[in-house]
């Protein structure tokens, strides 16, 4: 008769799995790191088109990893915490650089302390989000994920560029963005997450066909679209607040009249 005890035994095998490194999620998450680190090489040299280019390609390999270790059962410890240092790089240094030397710079001490302020703010909210995966899976996200925050400033520049801008700008929008891109960032509005496994919607066929339609706008004049699509994402949550915060007033006004 065995000594060991079978639900011990179940115990440390899930902790172990817990420990284990899984090679192909990290394979993209490691293509998403060296997205940003290019992104970041291409800044510098003052690419700024390829650079917000390396930014979209690290979100998407980053979308892809999650994906990956979800449907092999791959999941560990280890592939979130890696996650998200690749994330504070791709989606947090990358896209901070890139807005300083592209548009920031000129404001001096306020153009540098923005995208300091941003890289900040994206680590603040990493670890809020690993530290609220910990305790339960939240349906949606507290805070802009920081791939849509960055992505946000990609497609900025990518924007800009369609509309004829030079190289490097100097526009107080660009500013006033990074500022409010780092508060949604650690905000406690919510956003909602399309890669969460319960997020899966009954409508697939109508789903598939909205998102063929995407996919043909956005290779029709991928500029303008990748910014209309990032600025609508942004916006949502800030929207939907206001909305549901409406709607809870008025259910207020209503109950107080029927009391009344």
């Given amino acids: 008769m065995s000594c060991i005890n079978p639900n011990n035994s179940d115990n440390e095998q899930g902790s172990h799995g817990q420990r284990m490194i899984h090679p192909l999620p990290c394979l993209f998450t490691t293509a998403s790191l060296l997205s940003g680190f290019y992104a970041i090489i291409s800044a510098i040299n003052g690419d700024f088109f390829n650079a917000a280019v390396a930014i979209i390609v690290a979100g998407i390999f980053d979308g892809l990893d999650g994906r990956v270790a979800r449907m092999t059962n791959t999941t560990s410890t280890f592939g979130m915490e890696y996650d998200s240092l690749s994330d504070l790089v791709s989606f947090g240094v990358a896209p901070a650089l890139l807005a300083y030397l592209w548009a920031l710079e ?12 941003y890289v900040a703010t994206t680590a603040l909210r990493l670890a809020r989000f690993n530290s609220l995966a910990l305790e339960k899976s939240p349906q949606d996200f507290v805070g802009l994920p920081c791939p849509a925050a960055a992505g946000m ?16 700008v100097k526009h107080l929008s660009i500013l006033i963005l990074v500022y409010l891109l780092s508060y949604l960032m650690v905000s406690n509005v919510r956003y909602m ?9 009954k409508k697939t066929f109508q789903v598939t066909v909205a998102m063929v339609l995407l996919m043909i706008l956005v290779a029709a004049e991928p500029q303008v679209t990748l910014f209309v699509i990032g600025g609508i994402y942004v916006l949502s949550g800030p ?13 207020s006004a209503e109950e107080q009249e029927n009391i009344i």
């Fill in 193 to 201: 997450s399309f890669k969460h496994p319960s997020a899966k919607r």
């Fill in 153 to 168: 400033i990609a497609t900025t520049v990518l924007f800009s560029r369609f509309l004829g801008a030079p190289e490097t």
């Fill in 239 to 251: 929207f939907s607040t206001a909305y549901r915060v409406l709607r809870k007033d008025d259910k």
């Fill in 106 to 117: 000129p404001y001096g001490r306020y153009g540098w302390l923005a995208a300091f302020l």
